[in-house]
């Protein structure tokens, strides 16, 4: 089955800067890839998500790289907030039709004021 | 995205009982999904529940211990059964988007705590 590799676990950035995680997955029919924040005590939420067809998608300050030859694909969160500290999971979706999602392990951000 | 609601949002329950869960939408769908979340820990997939047919378990899920009710395309409930310590967890139920989008939303989730 799939399997969705996530790093790092834990990430500390300061307030203003970049913040990166990075995600690969091992099967390559995949091709829908979402994003989740999840704060603490509250659901996941879907923040952004891009699709096999798609290299990159932005959405102000967020944006996700698709690279299906390597089966990777990044999370990048630009100018960030102390509201974006949260655990990110990233996810894969195999299949057209099936919405079966096999999730990373995490990554806890940590947003230093 | 649909409103998605879920009862209880908390229980504390005696080892050897069972708790039903309930995962309610405020629109039609047709795949609701159920998921593990414990402690500090990634979702893991228990089952797919369809209206209509058996649930689709994962690997090392079994209906005995989770057995899943789909009555119809609004509503599901997961069991928990014999509960043991070990099953202290936040379960949550996720749908898709409507339209026939790819999207799935989670439910607020219900935590669980065995003693």
């Known amino acids: 089955g799939e399997n969705v590799e996530q790093h790092p676990s834990t990430l500390s950035v300061q307030e203003g800067d970049s913040a990166v995680i990075k995600c690969t997955y091992s099967d390559s029919a995949s091709n829908y890839f979402p994003w989740y924040k999840q704060e603490l005590g509250k659901r996941p939420q879907l923040i952004i998500d891009?699709?096999?067809?798609?290299g990159e998608k932005k959405d102000q300050r967020i944006a996700v790289t698709l690279n299906k030859t390597a089966k990777h694909f990044s999370l990048h969160i630009t100018e960030t907030q102390p509201e974006d500290s949260a655990v990110y999971f990233c996810a894969a979706v195999k299949n057209f039709g099936n919405e079966k999602l096999t999730f990373g392990t995490g990554t806890r951000l940590t947003i230093i004021p | 995205s649909a409103v998605i609601s879920q009862k209880p949002s908390r229980d504390i329950c005696q080892r050897g009982t069972s708790l039903t869960i309930q995962c309610q939408v405020d629109s039609q769908v047709t795949m609701m999904f159920w998921y593990r979340q414990q402690p500090g820990q990634s979702l893991t997939l228990i089952a797919t529940?369809?209206?209509?047919?058996?649930?689709?378990?994962e690997s090392g899920f079994v209906i005995d211990k989770f057995p899943i009710s789909r009555p119809n395309l609004t509503f599901s409930t997961l069991t928990v059964s014999n509960m043991s310590p070990e099953d202290s967890s936040i379960y949550l139920c996720?749908?898709?988007?409507?339209?026939?989008?790819?999207?799935?939303?989670f439910g607020p989730g219900t935590r669980l705590t065995v003693t």
């Open positions: 529940a369809n209206q209509g047919s058996e649930a689709t378990y």
């Open positions: 891009i699709r096999s067809n798609v």
């Open positions: 996720s749908v898709e988007g409507t339209g026939g989008e790819y999207e799935q939303y």
